[in-house]
C-alpha cells in the first residue's frame, strides 16, 4: 500500500511541477527572438562601459575589505607600544 501512495504522490508531485514550468515558460516561447550578434562592436564595447563603469562600486569594496585589516595593524600596533611603555616604565 505504501509504494501506492508513494508512486500516486511521486506523480502528484511531477504534476504540479510540470504545471507550473509550462505557465512559466508560456511567456517565454511567446517572445519575439532577437538577434543578439548583429553589432559586435557596439555590444562589446557597451559592455566594457557597463563594466568598467562600475569603478567606484570596486572601490567602495576594497575599502570596506581593508577596513578590518586597517583595524587590526592599528590594534597591534597599539598593544605592541602599549607593552613597550609598560617595560619602560618598570625600570
Request: charged share 25%; proline share 3%; net charge positive.
Amino acid at each position: 500500500m505504501s509504494s501506492v501512495l508513494t508512486a500516486a504522490m511521486l506523480l502528484a508531485g511531477l504534476g504540479f511541477f510540470a504545471f507550473t514550468m509550462a505557465r512559466r515558460i508560456a511567456p517565454l516561447l511567446a517572445l519575439r527572438r532577437d538577434d543578439r550578434v548583429d553589432r559586435p562592436g557596439e555590444r562589446v564595447s557597451a559592455l566594457l562601459a557597463f563594466g568598467f563603469g562600475q569603478k567606484r562600486l570596486v572601490e567602495s569594496q576594497a575599502l570596506v575589505r581593508l577596513g578590518p585589516r586597517i583595524r587590526q595593524v592599528a590594534h597591534d600596533l597599539t598593544a605592541a607600544l602599549l607593552d613597550a611603555w609598560t617595560e619602560f616604565t618598570k625600570k
